[in-house]
């Protein structure tokens, strides 16, 4: 099944400890990218990726990191989380081109205390 | 600035009626617009995906229109059911970057 998956889907944490959240998809996509969505913000796009080893800065990147070494992965890296960076995150990907569209995975609930 | 606008957030109509949702965005120089819908505390689901060349497209009940010139999309909903209840979002991505920026979405309601 044709699937964009991330885990961990709910993550309680604290501030400063470092965390991870993966994003994996299956359909050989090219462009992959990360999306917080907040109550009265909308979706925001963090970082985004065209290919391997090439990423870059959405609307709002502060505080995060991303890495793109192998085409089907492309985890979040919060080095040193804050409380502004609890919100529900999507990972998403797509063929290459712009005429292709999009497909989101499940969400990432993060709580930052 | 790049944005985009939805308007209303929110909107409550009876079912079997037909209705619109409006997308709105500044410069005219996108490459496409995609149409999502999202359940509550669930993840988004891509409805329909507009070409710049494109002036519609079709699936099912769903039309999604786009007039560039004057920077907007509807996206159509005929013989609305209780099923279509959930969140329209409208994203759109500009030719000048691989930037794409959502709208803050309509949350429909369909009455039975």
């Known amino acids: 099944e044709a699937q964009v998956t991330q885990n961990p889907r709910y993550l309680i944490t604290v501030t400063g400890k470092k965390l991870t959240v993966t994003c994996s998809q299956n359909?050989?996509?090219?462009?992959m990218s990360w999306y917080r969505q907040d109550p009265g913000l909308g979706l925001r796009q963090i970082y985004y990726?065209?290919?391997?080893?090439?990423?870059d800065k959405g609307d709002v990147p502060e505080g995060y990191k991303v890495s793109r070494k192998e085409k089907r992965n492309f985890p979040l890296i919060l080095e040193s989380p804050s409380p502004n960076q609890t919100s529900l995150y999507f990972c998403a990907s797509r063929g290459s081109g712009r005429y292709y569209e999009q497909y989101f995975g499940p969400g990432t609930r993060l709580t930052v205390t | 600035k790049q944005e985009v606008t939805q308007i209303p957030a929110a909107l409550s109509v009876p079912e079997g009626e037909n209705l619109v949702l409006n997308c709105s965005f500044t410069d005219s120089a996108i490459y496409n617009l995609q149409w999502f819908r999202q359940d509550p505390g669930k993840g988004l689901t891509s409805l329909l995906l507009?070409?710049?060349?494109?002036r519609e497209q079709t699936s099912g009940r769903l039309n999604a229109s786009l007039d560039k010139s004057s920077g907007r999309s509807t996206l159509y909903i005929a013989a609305s059911q209780p099923g279509d209840s959930a969140t329209y979002l409208c994203?759109?991505?500009?030719?000048?970057?691989?930037?794409?920026?959502f709208g803050k979405g309509t949350r429909l309601h369909i009455l039975p």
């Open positions: 990726s065209m290919n391997v080893e090439v990423t």
């Open positions: 507009i070409q710049s060349s494109q």
């Open positions: 359909m050989n996509h090219e462009y």
């Open positions: 994203a759109v991505e500009w030719n000048r970057d691989d930037k794409i920026i």
